[in-house]
């Protein structure tokens, strides 16, 4: 089955202690994305990757890492984590210059993610 | 002013009705998409399309881009589709509005 994976789906840790919050597809897709959802403010990206080795900040880039080992994997690393980043955290992956349905964004069921 | 706006914020039909949820954005793009958000939290993509119309089953989505606007329709609403629509503009890099809340009652 086509999926995107992600773990843990619901994590609550305080404030300063690393977390790693990884995301896995088995489409083959180029492209994986992050995104945090937040009330009144909706979804904002906050990294995205084109293919291994090569990924750009989104629009909230601040206070997070991500890396591109493999072209299936797209972890989301705060290294220093803060109340401020309490959200529920998405992550999505597609074939953007494919056509369609591989252009279409496959996304996670989602983390919700607490920081005390 | 946000780079993408939805309407209406909030929406409430009874089934049957044809349903219009609009998205107006100010950037240049390459592509837009519509999303449905679930009342469990799901994402699912329903379109992308960079120009003139789309359509699956009872949801239709079109495009005007010299008026930088988008619309999605569902004809025949059902409760099934309750659910939060997102609009969202670009290829790789994203920006999205803030959702429509789509409650359809029996």
């Known amino acids: 089955e086509a999926q995107v994976t992600q773990n843990p789906r619901y994590l609550i840790t305080v404030t300063g202690k690393k977390l790693t919050v990884t995301c896995s597809q088995n489409m083959n897709h180029e492209y994986m994305s992050w995104y945090r959802q937040d009330p009144g403010l909706g979804l904002r990206q906050i990294y995205y990757?084109?293919?291994?080795?090569?990924?750009d900040k989104g629009d909230v880039p601040e206070g997070y890492k991500v890396s591109r080992k493999e072209k299936r994997n797209f972890p989301l690393i705060l290294e220093s984590p803060s109340p401020n980043q309490t959200s529920l955290y998405f992550c999505?992956?597609?074939?953007?210059?494919?056509?369609?349905?591989?252009?279409?964004?496959?996304f996670g069921p989602g983390t919700r993610l607490t920081v005390l | 002013k946000n780079e993408v706006e939805q309407s209406p914020q909030n929406l409430t039909a009874q089934e049957g009705e044809f349903i219009t949820i609009n998205c107006s954005y100010s950037?240049?793009?390459?592509?837009l998409h519509w999303l449905q958000q679930h009342p469990g939290g799901g994402i699912v993509s329903l379109f992308m399309l960079s120009s003139g119309k789309k359509k699956h089953g009872r949801l239709i989505a079109t495009i005007n881009i010299q008026e930088k606007h988008s619309s999605l329709h569902i004809t025949a609403s059902h409760p099934r589709d309750s659910a939060v629509y997102i609009c969202?503009?670009?290829?790789?890099?994203?920006?999205f509005g803030t959702g429509t809340r789509l409650q359809v009652f029996p």
């Open positions: 999505a992956s597609s074939s953007p210059y494919r056509g369609p349905p591989y252009n279409e964004q496959f």
């Open positions: 969202a503009v670009g290829t790789l890099k994203l920006i």
């Open positions: 950037v240049g793009i390459s592509a």
């Open positions: 990757s084109m293919n291994v080795e090569v990924t």
